[in-house]
């Protein structure tokens, strides 16, 4: 297998939509599905259910997809531990399955404009690793949100978004001005993978153990609403789709956008990239 099919395979089964994950990846999707094909071919079994609506993973599937993240990873690291020992000039920045950011399009052309000549690569990670990937080694830097363990790290406050939650449009909850956390009590949430910072699943869990499916992507956390009726967080001003709504939370702390970096990193290209990230933000 291929490292390059694996990254496609797992694009596909987190999106669990061949044309979502072509955005994705950058690529048209027929070549994607014949990846896929290919990979299933290879593996002997089917990896996906395929029908109009989109796709769902096959129990094969589910197996190859927690494999294939763990192998990635794996990939990762080795190549970012090899960048260092060459000396390239390279930046690598995480950036957390957030959903499309004006500030952030603006922070990267501005970032571009002053370092032309700079090699800078992107993470994107998911929802269980709110550092994206900084306690590996895997990145420079992350931008992402808070709260999470912030031990050995730096972080640097960007923007602070007022906290919904997420509601089909048909909830009865919906149709209210405002909700407190108290108004939730009895219904099931998506909630993250166990191992998760327990500081980020506390937060976006609105400050206790839930019940509900486990979710690892922005796309799974809308389809957790709108398949099961589940309730969850997310920052006010997000584009929804129509049949889902955010009513504002009243009792929770705005969530913090931030910058991170491991403490004590002397890399200049980092301080600048932040720099101009608190820029960048300010203005929007």
């Known amino acids: ?10 694009a596909v089964a987190e999106e669990l939509h061949f044309g979502r994950a072509a955005t994705r990846l950058h690529i048209s999707q027929p070549p994607l ?5 290919q990979l299933e071919g290879e593996v002997g079994a089917p990896l996906l259910i395929r029908s109009p609506a989109g796709v769902a993973l096959t129990p094969a599937g589910a197996v190859l997809l927690d494999e294939a993240r763990a192998l990635l990873g794996r990939a990762d690291r080795v190549r970012a531990r090899v960048d260092a020992a060459a000396g390239a000039a390279r930046l690598t920045v995480g950036i957390l399955d957030d959903g499309a950011d004006p500030a952030a399009a603006a922070l990267a052309a501005a970032f571009r404009r002053s370092h032309p000549g700079l090699d800078i690569r992107v993470r994107d990670t998911d929802l ?18 808070a709260p999470f363990d912030e031990t050995a790290l730096t972080v640097r406050t960007l923007r602070t978004d007022p906290v919904g939650v997420l509601l089909r449009t048909d909830d009865p909850l919906a149709r209210r001005g405002g909700l407190r956390l108290a108004e939730l009590g009895g219904r099931r949430w998506f ?13 976006w869990g609105g400050g206790e153990p839930r019940e509900g499916p486990v979710v690892r992507a922005v796309h799974e956390c809308l389809q957790s609403v709108l398949w099961n009726a589940t309730v969850g967080l997310v920052p006010l001003g997000h584009r929804l789709p ?3 709504t955010a009513v504002p939370l009243v009792d929770l702390p705005p969530s913090r956008v931030v910058a991170a970096w491991n403490e004590g990193d002397s890399n200049p290209l980092v301080r600048s990239l932040v720099d101009t990230a608190i820029a960048a933000y300010r203005r929007r």
Do not use: H, K, N
């Open 1 to 10: 297998m291929e490292l390059r099919t694996l990254r496609y395979f797992v």
């Open 191 to 203: 909630r993250f993978p166990e191992g998760t910072d327990p500081a980020w699943q506390s937060y």
């Open 242 to 244: 129509p049949e889902l």
């Open 128 to 145: 269980a690793d709110p550092t994206c990937g900084l306690r590996a080694g895997l990145v420079d830097v992350a931008l992402t949100r």
């Open 33 to 37: 599905s014949r990846a896929i094909r």
